[in-house]
């Protein structure tokens, strides 16, 4: 259980088990994996630490959360996980980030809704367009980083009527995040949410516009460019295909 990017000492059993069902293609697993979040509950009936042990950079929370296992997030929430704790300023995650942006950042949307039904805090506005709610934060008031990074959380989490808002503030629909070189059509192109690709052409976004990298929509559609698996790459290709030959 050692090598993990993001446990550098060793995954512990709980924190192991939240990152399993992600893994385990890598690991030679086939077929979809089932039982993780039973397994959790087995781990913390027998005394693993809901919140982990003294030291570690994340909570098992965090990494149910970045590695998008919901069934595992919902077992440690009943269990008394603490939903507003915050990693490590050294994390090998989301530094100093909870449970909730961890899951924005990587696109776990099933553990976003799950971390804030359980009441977790939203902290900016980012966290509230990846929630999918921005009541109460003045968009007019943030500066055009903010706004441009939060639309790209909206549509990474495919969070339509944040997305109007933001372009209505004056989002750029094609910007890049000068800060992490992400771009909204490329994110929602590489994690497979045709709804917000679709959305945003039918807004004008560029089929052909790149993020940071260089690279474009269709790009990060396709082959090892694609950071979670899905089905729905390919309803994503023949909307970029079909926004790319329109006339």
């Known amino acids: 259980m050692t090598g993990w ?14 990152m399993l069902r992600f893994d385990a293609p890598r690991l030679g697993l086939s077929g979809p ?10 781990l913390l009936d027998a005394g693993a630490p809901v919140n982990g042990n003294p030291g570690e950079s994340e909570t098992p929370l965090m990494t149910a959360a970045s590695y998008g ?12 996980a603490d939903v ?22 990587f696109g776990m949307t099933d553990v976003l809704d799950a971390v804030v039904s359980a009441g977790a805090k939203v902290r900016s506005l980012v966290e509230a367009a990846a929630a999918g709610d921005l009541t109460g934060w003045p968009i007019a008031a943030a500066d055009a980083e903010e706004r441009l990074r939060a639309l790209i959380m909206a549509a990474d989490h495919q969070r339509f009527a944040v997305i109007d808002a933001l372009l209505e503030a004056g989002a750029p629909i094609d910007g890049i995040d000068p800060a992490w070189g992400r771009q909204a059509l490329c994110v929602a192109a590489e994690h497979g949410r045709p709804a917000s690709v679709r959305h945003l052409l039918e807004r004008g976004a560029d089929p052909a516009a790149t993020d940071g990298e260089g ?6 559609c396709q082959g090892e460019l694609r950071y979670l ?9 023949a909307l970029l295909t079909a926004a790319l030959e329109a006339p």
């Open 5 to 18: 990017c993001d446990h550098c000492l060793g995954a512990a059993p709980l924190n192991y088990m939240a």
């Open 33 to 42: 994996l089932e039982g993780t979040g039973e397994m959790a509950k087995l």
């Open 69 to 80: 296992d919901a069934d595992v997030a919902k077992v440690l929430i009943a269990a008394g």
């Open 84 to 105: 507003d704790a915050l990693a490590s300023p050294d994390a090998g995650g989301v530094r100093s980030g909870s449970a909730l942006l961890h899951a924005a950042v």
């Open 215 to 220: 690279r474009t929509p269709v790009d990060l």
């Open 229 to 237: 698996p899905g089905p729905h790459h390919d309803e994503v290709l």
